[in-house]
């Protein structure tokens, strides 16, 4: 009969509880997460022209801040992730295949990890652009957030 896999969340009880790292190894991890907006046309040429300003600010300067902030605050957003002093946060966007990329790094020394931390980044900067788009178009789709690659820890990840 094959193990069943247990939550780290969950306790015997069957309770939702944090996760007791304090017998870890602190080690350097980092992880890179992604997000996908399709966003149409009309958004994507007024970017390709450098036109795409709101009374908000510039849409990717803008959603790059948004991003590095939210990271900051994943563990009052997230139940149970561990408060995490962020020793590097990197938001970049651009447009590739006629779709906005938005790809966030998070780095720290801990004992625990920033998958959370990188998407949380991605997907915060990702509803900014949303946000800041909206008033041109509500056609605009959120198609993808995903972890691309985490390193530190018991195993490291690498999406193909």
């Not at 015997?12 to 997000?35: C, F, I």
């Not at 790059?64 to 020793?87: D, N, Q, R, W, Y």
């Not at 938001?91 to 790809?103: M, P």
């Amino acid at each position: 009969m094959k193990k069943q896999k247990q939550f780290t969340h969950i306790d015997a009880s069957g309770n939702p509880q944090m996760v007791d790292v304090s017998e870890k190894t602190a080690t350097l991890r980092t992880a890179k997460a992604r997000a996908v907006v399709k966003a149409g046309n009309e958004i994507l040429d007024l970017i390709k022209n450098n036109e795409l300003i709101t009374k908000k600010g510039p849409v990717f300067q803008t959603a790059i801040i948004a991003g590095v902030m939210a990271a900051k605050k994943t563990s009052e957003l997230i139940p149970f992730c561990h408060p995490l002093g962020l020793e590097d946060c990197k938001v970049k966007i651009h447009v590739e295949k006629g779709k906005i990329v938005i790809d966030t790094l998070a780095t720290l020394t801990a004992k625990t990890g920033v998958e959370m931390e990188a998407l949380t980044a991605a997907s915060v900067a990702a509803l900014t652009v949303y946000d800041m788009c909206k008033a041109l178009s509500h056609n605009i789709i959120i198609e993808d957030i995903k972890l691309m690659e985490k390193t530190g820890g018991k195993k490291d990840f690498k999406r193909r």
